[in-house]
């Protein structure tokens, strides 16, 4: 059933779940890039330098509000995501803010497209959990990329994954690793499939590696006063393993 179908299935499932997810990660995140639950921000990390004049392309933009806080700060932004729905929302809320951003519907395994356009900079924010081959998407970014750019990006921390908010043990195997689907039965009675990949640290440090990106530092920051992103997230857990793992590569 996985496979082919499945960034169709994620998709799916990020239409239909776009509505509450902008609601509950509320809209401060248009000032400053948020790196994740927990995860801290640009303006803390200073991970991306000067972003005046640079340009960005945000992978798996959801409602660009990574892109709006750079396009704020003189950049000049291209946000991709595979979900109309977040895009459309994107796009609303680039206008309300007063910016222009470039926001398209498109997935990762088409980001090649977006030749002969090269970046000084891709961001993807807690959205590379959902790629479903990272070598090939790491060649394509280091395509996109002009000689010195940066690529910076977060996910959940692998480890974090691992454990059971409820009693604070490991639920599964660390090498139980790939691609994860959930049934999820939503309180209006619809079915939604989820479907994820949990990678082990490797099955990430290597793909950078073989991609000829270098990788110039790995943070995992820790926000315990995060607002932001912080719902559903049980604290007694949080403060052992920060949910958020963020790379820095350079071309
Ligand atoms: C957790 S959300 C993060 C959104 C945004 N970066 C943020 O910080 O709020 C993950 C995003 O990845 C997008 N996504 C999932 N699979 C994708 C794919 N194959 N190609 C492009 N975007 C994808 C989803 O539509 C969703 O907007």
Not at 75 to 91: E, F, L, P
Not at 220 to 232: A, N, T
């Amino acid at each position: 059933m996985l496979g082919k179908n499945s960034e169709e299935m994620m998709r799916k499932w990020w239409d239909s779940a776009s509505e509450y997810y902008q609601k509950e990660i509320s809209a401060d995140k248009m000032t400053d890039v948020q790196y994740g639950p927990f995860g801290s921000s640009e303006k803390k990390l200073k991970l991306l330098g000067k972003i005046r004049g640079k340009k960005v392309l945000e992978l798996g933009c959801g409602g660009g509000q990574a892109s709006i806080a750079l396009a704020k700060e003189g950049a000049t932004c291209t946000g991709i995501d595979i979900s109309h729905k977040q895009i459309d929302t994107a796009r609303k809320n680039a206008e309300n803010e007063g910016v222009k951003v470039e926001f398209l519907e498109l997935p990762f395994s088409h980001i090649g497209e977006l030749k002969p356009k090269k970046f000084d900079v891709v961001i993807s924010i807690m959205a590379l959990q959902y790629c479903i081959d990272l070598r090939a998407l790491l060649k394509n970014v280091g395509n996109l990329l002009v000689k010195g750019g940066i690529f910076v990006f977060s996910i959940e921390h692998p480890f974090y994954l691992l454990m059971n908010p409820k009693d604070l043990r490991i639920k599964e195997s660390y090498f139980n690793s790939g691609l994860k689907m959930q049934r999820e039965k939503w309180p209006d009675n619809t079915v939604h499939y989820f479907a994820h990949y949990d990678r082990k640290i490797s099955d990430i440090v290597n793909p950078i590696i073989d991609s000829g990106l270098k990788l110039e530092t790995m943070v995992e920051p820790f926000d315990s006063q995060d607002k932001i992103w912080g719902v559903g997230y049980r604290k007694a857990l949080v403060n052992k393993i920060a949910p958020t793992v963020v790379f820095k590569c350079r071309k």
